[in-house]
């Protein structure tokens, strides 16, 4: 199976945008998902279809795609958006693989 | 009120198998697929599998395709993940989540609370 790279943390101020990035080879042909998850929590998908937010995410959450990197953007970054990210594509048996994570500190 | 609701944690030997089950609360499981992810302590996610509960139709990760089985049971609205021959690396929080399949998007939107599964001897 294939790999997504991510960085493994991201540091952001209060009200700054923060960028994390996935990069892998299926990424031109497959969509991509985003999940955000919290301490002892069950993760939450925050972005699907590249750039689709899921009823009830904020507005504040983007995504784009170009070539083999995707990445999604936090702008005007609060408190509560800490924690985990994770991507997520489908390889062309129709099966799943996640990133490697990144680990959002809001400073 | 839609939930999804799982079993208690479990301990197992090396070797063993576990059923985790993941019932449907609020809504007809049939309607849905269940989606599995699990998770090691302080690891990254690990995408497992999902299964359609309308034919039963279930798609396994290459890596542990062999070793695990999804089924689902639309009489008693419950979904079962069965893990095999368990190592110390099975080890970790397996989540399942309420799952739509469309236009060839997977898209979880309600998670189950986790169940922690510990290998040991």
């Known amino acids: 199976s294939y790999e997504l790279t991510q960085p493994p943390s991201v540091s952001v101020s209060p009200g700054q945008t923060a960028r994390i990035t996935c990069s892998g080879d299926?990424?031109?042909?497959?969509?991509a998902y985003w999940y955000q998850q919290k301490p002892g929590q069950a993760p939450m998908l925050v972005m699907y279809k590249d750039t689709e937010r899921p009823s009830g995410i904020p507005e504040r959450f983007s995504g784009s795609s170009s070539g083999t990197t995707v990445t999604l953007t936090i702008s005007g970054v609060q408190a509560e958006d800490e924690g985990d990210y994770y991507c997520q594509t489908a390889d062309s048996s129709g099966a799943y693989v996640f990133g490697t994570g990144t680990k959002v500190t809001v400073l | 009120q839609v939930q999804v609701v799982q079993s208690g944690p479990e301990v197992k030997k090396p070797g063993a198998s576990v059923k985790v089950a993941c019932e449907a609360v609020g809504y007809n499981l049939g309607s849905f697929g269940i989606t599995w992810v699990r998770q090691p302590p302080g690891q990254g996610l690990e995408w497992m599998g999902w299964i359609s509960a309308y034919d039963g139709n279930a798609h396994y990760s290459q890596r542990l395709q062999g070793r695990i089985t999804m089924t689902t049971d639309t009489g008693t609205n419950t979904a079962y993940l069965e893990v095999r021959s368990l190592g110390s690396d099975d080890t970790a929080v397996y989540y399942c989540?309420?799952?739509?399949?469309?236009?060839?998007?997977?898209?979880?939107?309600?998670w189950g609370q986790g169940t922690l599964v510990t290998v040991s001897s």
């Open positions: 989540a309420r799952s739509v399949y469309v236009n060839r998007l997977l898209l979880p939107d309600y």
């Open positions: 299926a990424l031109p042909k497959e969509f």
